[in-house]
């Protein structure tokens, strides 16, 4: 049953509601405009707050909704992060379009907050604290994802879960390695 789990929850994060969005809504295929990206800061540098927060919204949900079915099925905690990774990955390689996804970080946040609600305020407050030294929202927003293993691990969260959840962050700071060197060069 776990491994039918993990396959449905590759599945799920394949779902690209960057790629449904702007073509239902702007008769556009995304992956041909601005950095061919077909997550949320794309569509909305191109289309707008609008289309930023439909695709934001769509693409967290699914992490959320694969936490949600692992605790329906009341499967353990590191099986929902394992879950979580899968769609993840599926977001990162969807077979729904060739395996060029986007870069997983509204699937990831959708899915750390369904596992764990408090991890909101240390986000929110973690990012508030690194932007005005940054500059980036993607090195603030990385940076405050850097903190939720020492919030697990403070909280009592089980080891496995916590290396689990650092690996989760390691595929995320990967699939943005382009980003980080990119505003690092400059």
Same mark, same amino acid.
């Given at each position: ?23 239902? %809504?702007?008769?556009?295929?995304? *992956?041909?405009?601005?950095? =061919?990206?077909?997550?949320? *800061?794309?569509?909305? *540098?191109? !289309?707008?707050? @609008?289309?930023?927060?439909?695709? %934001? ?27 979580? =990774? ?15 996804? =986007? ?39 990385? =940076? ?31 699939? !943005?390695?382009?980003?980080? @060197?990119? *505003?690092?060069?400059?």
């Amino acid at each position: 049953m776990i491994y039918l789990y993990l396959v449905i929850s590759y599945l799920i994060g394949s779902v690209m509601f960057g790629y449904l969005v702007t073509k239902m %809504f702007y008769g556009k295929d995304i *992956r041909h405009h601005g950095s =061919g990206n077909v997550g949320a *800061r794309n569509a909305g *540098r191109l !289309h707008g707050k @609008k289309a930023f927060v439909l695709i %934001f919204l769509g693409d967290a949900l699914k992490g959320v909704f694969v936490v949600w079915i692992a605790r329906y099925l009341e499967f353990s905690e590191p099986i929902e992060l394992l879950g979580l =990774g899968m769609a993840i990955i599926g977001h990162l390689k969807p077979v729904t379009l060739k395996f060029k996804g =986007g870069k997983g970080i509204s699937t990831f946040i959708g899915g750390i907050i369904m596992l764990e609600p408090l991890l909101i305020p240390v986000i929110i407050i973690g990012f508030l604290v690194l932007y005005p030294f940054t500059k980036s929202f993607t090195f603030a927003g990385l =940076g405050a994802f850097l903190l939720i293993p020492v919030f697990l691990v403070i909280n009592h969260t089980g080891w496995i879960s916590c290396v689990i959840a650092g690996c989760l962050l390691v595929i995320i700071l990967l699939a !943005h390695s382009g980003n980080i @060197k990119e *505003r690092l060069n400059r």
